[in-house]
């Protein structure tokens, strides 16, 4: 068993969905991996980053 972790995702709730993918891309660096709107009903919208090495 191999004693590597790694992190598959995590889900934040941000008021201001456009500044916080600025933020992300434009500061923190991160590259936008998808961006997602429910078309079943659901109210919101989801966003992807890639951070690491896919494995």
């Known amino acids: 068993m ?13 008021r201001d ?10 500061i923190v660096g991160l590259e936008l991996k ?3 709107t429910p078309t079943n009903g659901v109210i919101g919208r989801e966003s992807a980053f890639r951070i690491g090495a896919d494995v």
């Open 2 to 14: 191999s004693s590597q972790k790694r992190m598959d995702h995590i889900g934040i709730t941000v």
């Open 17 to 26: 969905l456009e500044t916080t993918l600025r933020f992300y891309t434009e």
């Open 34 to 36: 998808d961006r997602v």
